[in-house]
C-alpha cells in the first residue's frame, strides 16, 4: 500500500466544507435525527460549493475534481451528520451509472441538475427478497410495443421519498443457464406508477430518508435504458463497489473523528477527583484507541478512493474500507459513550446517535458478511 498524502488544494477544499458544516450543518443535526428529517433544502447550497457534483466533469456542471475530494466531503459532513452524509453519498451513488455508463443525451439531460444540487438522485437496487442476493431480483423489465414496462418494489432506498432521479435495476431476461439478466433504467419521479411506498423509521441515520419505491407498469422509452440491456448487473455492481462502499467508509470516519473529538473535548472538560478525566490512564487508552481507529479507517478510505481517482482496480480495497470504518466506527462510539460515564447516555450529547448511525452503517452497500466473503476470495485468489 502506496503513502497517502493530500494536495495543498484538497486541504483547502476540506477547510472551505468544513466551515460550511460548520456553520449549516452542525448546528441542526440533532434535530433533523429528532425528527427524522432529511435537510434536502441545503442540496442546492452544496450544489453551489461543488459537493453534489464532485466528480462530476465540469462540462456537465461538476466541480471536475476525483474520489479523494469525493471522501473529503462526505468525511466532513459526517463528522456531524452522517444522516445527511448518506443522503448525499447515495445521491452520487445515483449520479455514478449515469456518468459512468450514460449516453451524452442521458448524461446532458440528467447531471447538470443533479451536479447542481437542484435535483436529488438515488439507487434502487434492494428488494424484499434479501438485499445480499444480488442476483436473485424479482422486479421485471418487459420490452412490449417497441416499451419497457417496468414492474417491482424495491426496500430499503435512500432518498426513496426526496429523489426526483431514480435508477433502477430489474431482470430483463435469462442466460442459457436460467441465470437472471439486468437491465438498469433511469426513471424520473413523476413517471406514472413510479411512487415512494412506506417509509422506514430507522434506528439512526435519520437525517436520510429511506423507504420502499414500487413501479407498477411504469411504461419507459428505450432512451431510460442506461447502459446496454441485459448488461446492467456490471453497472448496478460498480456502483455499490465504487461508490457506495467508498461513501459508506467515509461516512464511517467522520463518525470516527466525532467520537474522538467528542471524546477528548469532554475529558479535558470533566472535572473527577479534581482534575480533569483525561489524566485517567483508562480514558487515555480509550482516546488512544479511537485515534489509531480513526487514522486506520482514513488510510484504507482514501488510499482506496486514489486509486479509484488513478483508475486502478480498487473494489477490494473499498470492501476493506468499509468492513473496517463501519465496524470501528460502532467500537469507537460505545468507547466514547462509555468514557463519558452517565452522560453518555444522556441525548444533549451527541455519542449515542453516532452510536445509532454507525450501526444503521453495515447493511448500507453490503453486510460486514457480505465484504468478508468478498475480501477473503480475493486473498484466496492471490489478490
Ligand atoms: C441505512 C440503509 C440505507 C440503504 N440504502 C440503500 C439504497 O439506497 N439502495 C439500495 O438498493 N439498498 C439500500 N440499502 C439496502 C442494503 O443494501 C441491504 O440492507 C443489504 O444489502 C442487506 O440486505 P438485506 O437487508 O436484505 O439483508 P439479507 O441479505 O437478508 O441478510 C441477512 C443476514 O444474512 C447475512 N448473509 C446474507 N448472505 C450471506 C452470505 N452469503 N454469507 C454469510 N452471511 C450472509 C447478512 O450479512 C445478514 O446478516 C440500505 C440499507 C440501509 C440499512
Redesign the pocket.
Known amino acids: 500500500m502506496g503513502f497517502f498524502q493530500f494536495t495543498e488544494e484538497q486541504e483547502m477544499l476540506r477547510k472551505a466544507v468544513r466551515e460550511f458544516v460548520e456553520a449549516e450543518i452542525a448546528p441542526h443535526a440533532a434535530e433533523w435525527d429528532e425528527k427524522h428529517y432529511c435537510p434536502v433544502e441545503l442540496f442546492p447550497k452544496m450544489g453551489e460549493m461543488g459537493i453534489t457534483g464532485i466528480f462530476v466533469p465540469e462540462e456537465y456542471g461538476g466541480a471536475g475534481l476525483g474520489h479523494v475530494e469525493r471522501a473529503i466531503c462526505l468525511e466532513e459532513i459526517s463528522r456531524y451528520s452522517a444522516g445527511l452524509g448518506?443522503a448525499l453519498m447515495?445521491h452520487h451513488?445515483g449520479i455514478a451509472p449515469i456518468l459512468y455508463f450514460g449516453t451524452d443525451e442521458q448524461k446532458q439531460k440528467y447531471l447538470p441538475d443533479l451536479a447542481a444540487g437542484k435535483k436529488i438522485c438515488?439507487?434502487?437496487?434492494?428488494e424484499p427478497g434479501?438485499?445480499?442476493?444480488f442476483m436473485g431480483l424479482k422486479a421485471t423489465g418487459e420490452f412490449k410495443d417497441g416499451q419497457w414496462v417496468i414492474n417491482g418494489r424495491?426496500c430499503?432506498?435512500?432518498?426513496a421519498s426526496v429523489a426526483d432521479v431514480d435508477i433502477w435495476a430489474v431482470v430483463t431476461g435469462q442466460d442459457e443457464k436460467g441465470r437472471a439478466l439486468m437491465t438498469v433504467f433511469i426513471i424520473d419521479k413523476d413517471t406514472p406508477g413510479h411512487a415512494p411506498g412506506r417509509e422506514e423509521n430507522?434506528i439512526g441515520?435519520n437525517g436520510s430518508s429511506?423507504g420502499d419505491v414500487i413501479c407498477n407498469d411504469v411504461v419507459l422509452g428505450e432512451e431510460a435504458v442506461l447502459g446496454e440491456v441485459n448488461k446492467g448487473a456490471k453497472i448496478a455492481l460498480s456502483a455499490i463497489q465504487e461508490i457506495g462502499r467508498a461513501g459508506m467508509a467515509a461516512i464511517s470516519v467522520g463518525i470516527l473523528r466525532g467520537c474522538l473529538e467528542e471524546g477528548v473535548k469532554f475529558s479535558n472538560e470533566r472535572i473527577l477527583y479534581g482534575k480533569p478525566l483525561n489524566r485517567l490512564q483508562a480514558i487515555q487508552f480509550i482516546i488512544a484507541e479511537n485515534r489509531v481507529a480513526y487514522e486506520a479507517a482514513k488510510l484504507l478510505t482514501y488510499h482506496a478512493a486514489s486509486l479509484k481517482d488513478a483508475g486502478k482496480p480498487c473494489a477490494n480495497e473499498f470492501s476493506m474500507a468499509k468492513l473496517f470504518a463501519t465496524e470501528a466506527a460502532i467500537e469507537a462510539a460505545k468507547k466514547t459513550i462509555d468514557l463519558m460515564g452517565g452522560y453518555g447516555c444522556i441525548n444533549e450529547y451527541p455519542v449515542g446517535r453516532f452510536l445509532r448511525d454507525a450501526i444503521?452503517t453495515i447493511?448500507?452497500?453490503?453486510?460486514?458478511?457480505?465484504q468478508k466473503?468478498i475480501i477473503a476470495g480475493n486473498a484466496i485468489r492471490g489478490n
Not at 434479501?130 to 442476493?133: E, I, L, N, T, Y
Not at 430499503?156 to 432518498?159: D, G, H, K, S
Open positions: 448518506i447515495t451513488l438515488g439507487l434502487s437496487v434492494t434479501g438485499g445480499s442476493d424495491k430499503f432506498i435512500t432518498n430507522k441515520l429511506t444503521a447493511p448500507a452497500g453490503g453486510t460486514s458478511h457480505i466473503i
